[in-house]
């Protein structure tokens, strides 16, 4: 009995030792071979995982949103997103856009993965479109961005302003801001400010002045509504149309092109959100060849030039890339009511003669009716007529002619050396309904300025009809009933404002001059085309040589077809209508008008 008592035998221990490792054995080998092989074990696991990181994530059905993702859509094309107050928000959707697509939902099957929507399309210029959603901001949508150029393309050519010309000292033109010296009024004509000696030739400067006095310049070109290069185009051909080789012609423009090209601003829309103003006409800027014979520059025609837009005091009906802007006048008013006196003026004031005419004939061009104008104007009882020529006459004298524009119910304007005068803008600024034979001579240039329903501000009476049936313009002009002509003065008299340059030295406060109406064209235009580019809704089927058609659309017209002017501009146009053949003369004699003082 004693001998039985006491502790277990050695043998029983071991036993029960070893059943509990394998007992332990046995649920490690559970966990490790079977429940690792189980998804939802797996995703058990994850979640604390997650738990233990502090990341708590909760799975979600397909289709559901997740705590993760940005609550916000993605912005459409057609819905550009607020603008950001800073860079770094600009930047974060966009990188949570990105996180959401390179990141799907763990767990997801890839044949239950809802369909993959496109991301919109990026542009650089998204921006500058937001700003005009921007009601607090007066300036939102016409934001001007200007290129600092260097010297060489503007100011210094005004250093050497005795260079610009090969008949006039163009330095007594540049003061005042580019007016010219102050007028005399010895015909008692003008009003008591407001009134310059300046040359037809001189928007560039002019215009380039104005821009520096525009309120809505900035320095931050992604939100800018266009993109003005202050290039005087027009000053620098000037130097060197007479007795210089194509590529002194040229040396400019493509320094000009190749310093814009570095630029980030360039690349934002290849060029297509700049423009630049030249004071010549278009056929000054497009040759077409490298003859030296050939006349100007090739400016326009350059690949990148192209793109950008040119305001020319003449452009081209068959290009797209140049748009016309009225010729400077005389009157440059500093405030909205030297306007206002001037409009009273002229409607107030008694106009004894029925038409009037001021130019010279043109007997080495067999398809000018000028001298017809002239000879119907000397034998009509009704007609007031300056004849000008290569000598001192009155037509030198603005006071002179603008005293007859000022007793005349209607002023005739005929083709210019080419097809455009200035004389037209200056009739008008008298209150003098012009009288036009070429659709070209203001109906297709101005199409910013004037109305497109010429009928409202002018006569038309086809060159067909004065060279080929000698239609009496004294009888056409008596035919209009009195009533039609005075609605007619009124609305010349209204235009006033739009086609005369206000002061570079001062603003005007309500009315809009030419410059402001060039600018908001011009703003117009650029915004529209990147409205289309977002769109995808560019006019693919677009034919530059119908371009003078697409000017004369209303707003909302899409398409063109046959136009009643047709003949006018059908006609051969010199290999493209630039800078051979009459195209070329037409320049030629056009920049001769500078020796006449009067075209």
Not at 459 to 486: C, G, M
């Amino acid at each position: 009995m004693e001998k039985g008592g006491g502790k277990p035998a050695p043998s029983r221990l071991c036993f029960l030792a070893t059943l509990c490792a394998m007992f332990w054995v046995l649920i490690f080998y559970f966990h490790f071979a079977v429940v690792s092989n189980d998804p939802d074990a797996s995703a058990a696991r994850t979640a604390e995982v997650s738990i233990a990181r502090g990341h708590l994530q909760f799975p979600v059905p397909d289709g559901a949103a997740r705590l993760d993702m940005p609550l916000a859509p993605p912005a459409r094309a057609s819905e550009p997103p607020p603008a950001p107050k800073e860079k770094e928000e600009e930047e974060q959707p966009a990188a949570g856009a990105r996180q959401e697509e390179e990141q799907p939902a763990a767990g997801a099957r890839q044949e239950e993965a809802p369909p993959k929507v496109a991301a919109a399309a990026s542009y650089p210029f998204e921006r500058a479109l937001r700003t005009a959603e921007n009601k607090s901001d007066p300036c939102g949508g016409r934001y001007i961005y200007v290129h600092e150029l260097p010297p060489r393309f503007n100011e210094d050519m005004l250093r050497d302003c005795e260079k610009l010309s090969v008949w006039t000292n163009m330095c007594r033109f540049m003061s005042n801001d580019g007016l010219g010296p102050p007028l005399s009024d010895e015909e008692g004509v003008f009003s008591s400010t407001g009134w310059y000696g300046t040359n037809q030739f001189s928007v560039d400067v002019i215009f380039g002045n104005r821009m520096k006095q525009y309120e809505c310049l900035t320095k931050d070109s992604s939100i800018a509504a266009a993109v003005f290069v202050p290039f005087y185009a027009g000053f620098d051909i000037a130097r060197y149309l007479w007795g210089y080789n194509v590529s002194t012609r040229d040396a400019a423009s493509l320094d000009l092109v190749d310093w814009l090209m570095k630029k980030p601003e360039w690349n934002v829309m290849g060029g297509r959100d700049h423009f630049l103003v030249a004071g010549r006409i278009t056929w000054d800027f497009r040759r077409l060849t490298e003859e030296e014979s050939d006349w100007g520059s090739k400016l326009l025609f350059l690949p990148a030039a192209k793109n950008m837009s040119m305001l020319v005091v003449e452009s081209s009906p068959w290009n797209s890339n140049d748009f016309g802007i009225p010729y400077p006048t005389y009157f440059h008013p500093a405030k909205d009511a030297d306007v206002f006196l001037w409009q009273d003026r002229m409607r107030s004031l008694e106009r004894p003669w029925l038409f009037s005419f001021a130019g010279a004939p043109r007997p080495g061009d067999p398809m000018s009716i000028r001298g017809q104008l002239i000879d119907q104007c000397r034998s009509s009882s009704v007609c007031k007529l300056l004849e000008c020529d290569l000598g001192e006459s009155k037509c030198h004298s603005p006071s002179t002619v603008m005293k007859m524009f000022q007793s005349s119910l209607f002023c005739l304007q005929p083709q210019g050396d080419s097809y455009t005068r200035r004389s037209a803008f200056d009739s008008m600024l008298a209150g003098c309904i012009p009288v036009f034979f070429h659709p070209g001579s203001a109906y297709v240039q101005y199409t910013w300025h004037l109305p497109k329903n010429y009928t409202r501000y002018s006569v038309f009476i086809p060159e067909h009809d004065i060279r080929t049936r000698n239609a009496s313009i004294e009888e056409r002009l008596k035919s209009i009933h009195p009533d039609v002509v005075k609605n007619m003065r009124e609305e010349v008299i209204n235009l006033i404002p739009k086609v005369i340059y206000a002061d570079p030295r001062s603003k005007l406060e309500t009315l809009k001059d030419a410059f402001d109406v060039s600018i908001q064209a011009i703003i117009n235009k650029v915004t529209k085309l990147r409205r289309d580019i977002i769109a995808d809704r560019e006019d693919k089927d677009f034919i530059e040589e119908n371009s003078w058609k697409y000017n004369l659309l209303e707003d909302g017209q899409q398409t063109i077809g046959p136009h009643e002017w047709d003949p006018f501009f059908s006609k051969p146009k010199d290999k493209g209508g630039d800078s051979s053949g009459s195209s070329a003369e037409a320049a030629k004699n056009s920049w001769k008008i500078e020796q006449r003082g009067q075209n």
